[in-house]
């Protein structure tokens, strides 16, 4: 499975947010620059976060973006459905009926079984684990 780039963006978006979340609110430029990320589709990306509820903005000079929420009560599992959609391997883990040999196919279960493991992954980890593990090492949790 590969993420999209508009999943990756986005994750490193709202993570940049995340990191400045006791601060003022972030400027598209500012966060497109640390992200190497152009502002247009920046704009697209927080207007999808900005529906979900994840993002919202502050007008004024001095204004930008920032978490609706705070990190802590975020699940990388909200935002990545928000940004890629549902978690799907395969075309029959959805819908059974997509393949005749969905009822007894091996391989079928182990999509499915990988679909349940990245969704506990994402469910797991919250914006401000991300945050604090960032924090400490530049290496854990690269999106």
């Known amino acids: 499975m590969k993420l999209s780039t508009r999943t990756r963006y986005g994750m490193r978006a709202i993570i940049e947010l995340a990191q400045h979340e006791d601060k003022r609110p972030l400027q598209l430029k500012v966060i497109a620059e ?15 976060l900005r529906s979900a509820g994840f993002v919202r903005s502050v007008r004024g ?9 705070p990190a802590d009560q975020i699940k990388l599992s909200e935002i990545f459905r928000c940004l890629e959609g549902a978690v799907t391997t395969a075309e029959c883990t959805e819908d059974e009926s997509y393949c005749a040999r969905s009822a007894d196919c091996a ?29 400490r090492s530049t290496t854990e949790y690269q999106i």
């Open 107 to 135: 391989a079928r279960d182990v999509w499915k079984r990988v679909e349940t493991a990245i969704q506990e992954v994402l469910g797991s980890i919250r914006l401000s684990d991300v945050v604090q593990r960032s924090s």
């Open 61 to 69: 000079s001095k204004g930008g973006y920032i978490l609706a929420r």
């Open 34 to 48: 640390r992200q190497d990320i152009s502002i247009k589709y920046l704009e697209q990306l927080m207007s999808l």
